[in-house]
Structures are given as C-alpha cells and as structure tokens.
C-alpha cells in the first residue's frame, strides 16, 4: 500500500503541474481509507518541502453542515498552506495557473503561540489568536470536474491552491467572531453573505479540531502560522476577468483578480 500511496502523491503534483486533472481516487482505488488519503497527503508535502516550498499555516474544509452532508461525512478535513500560495491584497491570478478554481471568504488566525492537541478547545484558540485578517481562499481541484469525495479532497491537500490575505490585522479584544458579518462581491455585484457562525458555530472550534486532529498525524499548529478555518459562505467558481473582494465589517476587506 506505501507504494501506491507514493505514486498516488506523484500523481497528484504532476496533475497540478500539467493542469490535466485525475479521474475520482475514489473509483480508481476503492480500497483507500481517510487515513490513507491523510498520508497521501503527508507524502505530497514532503516532497513540496524536499523542492525547497515551506509550510506557511493550515487550512480547515468541509466545516458547514450542508458540505458535510453533500460528502457523507461528519467532520471536517484539513490541508496544508505553503508559501508559493500566497497572494497579496489586489494582486492579479492567472486563470490559467489552475484546473477549475473557485473562491471561499474566511477569517484567517494568526497564531501568536503554538497550539497542541489532544484537547485544545476554542478559549485555548482564542488566547493563542494574535490577529485576525480577512481572506479570499483560492481552492482548485485535481479531480475531474469537482468529482469529489472526501478521501480526493483530502488526497489533494483539502483542494488548495492559493490564499490572499487582507492587509489589517485586528486583535480579537471585544471580538465576537460569530456574529461578523461578510459579504462577497464579484465585479461590484453582491454574489454571498455570511457570518463566522457559519464555521462549526464558532470559527475558533473549526481550529480547536484542526490542533487535536492534527495530533493523531505527530503535527502541531506553531505559533506564527495562518489558519484558515473555513469558508463562511459557499464557494463561488471564478472565470477570466472576475475581480473578487470580500468585506468583513471590523475586519477590513481583501479581493483579488483573475485574469
């Protein structure tokens, strides 16, 4: 099986590379388990890190009810944030740079103390928080189509691909995140609203999770880091010549265009 999960993960980063996405792992090896896709995964970093990339944060999926529901499942997942993914604030994205890519709004922590599991809860995040910034997730798929189930996703780094952040950075003193409101626009037309309760009811709990499955892998959240807990409304699928931006009230705005 080792050997399977190593070629699997080669797959995977040629996919990205080449832009020709792989049919379902699902159907081509119904065997796989969600551990084994978490390894894949693990497998895909390694090589990324041996190429020179370096682990910038984490980001949480599948953190809403209606997703969960959508893939069966009834936890969320996780993938990596490296540093040849990020954007800065009003930059340009070539379309062309991914497969199908779509964008999700988030509040992203920056971790002022490192976070351990097992048994981390939201206070524990939210005396570790020191910042909060608003961000547009850029996710991709290596699957055909968004064919998805979780064992793919999780496969493919949680569908990553790139994250903008937002250039304030707010302290979360007198912050309830949950009642935060976002609205997202494309190209000046309102497309999505949200609010962080949308994420597990609290974005803190979506990173308390994120630390204490993180555990079970022998991997830590590190002080410093960016943590996206996941999307406060639904992702939206981006074409050519969409400018994004998204507005968080407190937290300031971000945005992003693809070309």
């Known amino acids: 099986m080792s050997l399977l999960l190593e070629a699997l993960a080669d797959k995977l980063i040629e996919a990205e590379q080449s832009k020709h996405p792989l049919d379902p792992l699902t ?3 119904p065997e796989l388990s969600v551990t084994d896709a978490y390894q894949i995964q ?44 990020q954007v800065k604030d009003g930059e340009k994205v070539k379309i062309s740079d991914m497969i199908s890519p779509k964008v999700e709004a988030e509040i992203g922590f ?4 490192d976070l351990v599991g097992p048994n981390v809860t939201y206070l524990d995040v939210l005396m570790a928080t020191k910042h909060v910034v608003p961000t547009i997730e850029i996710i991709d798929s290596r699957i055909t189509d968004w064919k998805i189930q979780l064992i793919d996703t999780v496969a493919d780094n949680g569908s990553s691909a790139k994250v903008v ?27 999505a609203t949200g609010s962080g309760a949308a994420v ?4 803190a709990q979506a990173i308390a999770w994120l630390a204490n499955k993180l555990h079970e892998f022998g991997i830590q959240l590190k002080a410093g880091e960016l943590i996206l807990p996941g999307a406060l409304s639904g992702a939206l699928t981006v074409k050519r010549g969409d400018t994004i931006s998204a507005h968080f009230g407190p937290l300031g705005s971000v945005s992003v265009a693809f070309e």
């Open 200 to 203: 597990l009811g609290h974005p």
């Open 165 to 191: 952040v937002g250039d304030k950075k707010s302290t979360i003193d007198g912050l309830d995140l949950r009642s935060v409101g976002m609205a997202l626009y494309n190209n000046e037309d309102l497309v």
């Open 27 to 29: 159907q081509q090896y």
């Open 42 to 85: 693990l497998k895909v970093m390694e090589k990324k890190r041996t190429e020179g990339h370096r682990v910038i944060g984490k980001k949480v999926g599948l953190t809403s009810v209606a997703m969960q529901k959508m893939l069966g499942v009834n936890e969320p997942d996780y993938g990596h944030l490296l540093d040849d993914m």
């Open 110 to 113: 920056i971790l002022g103390q």
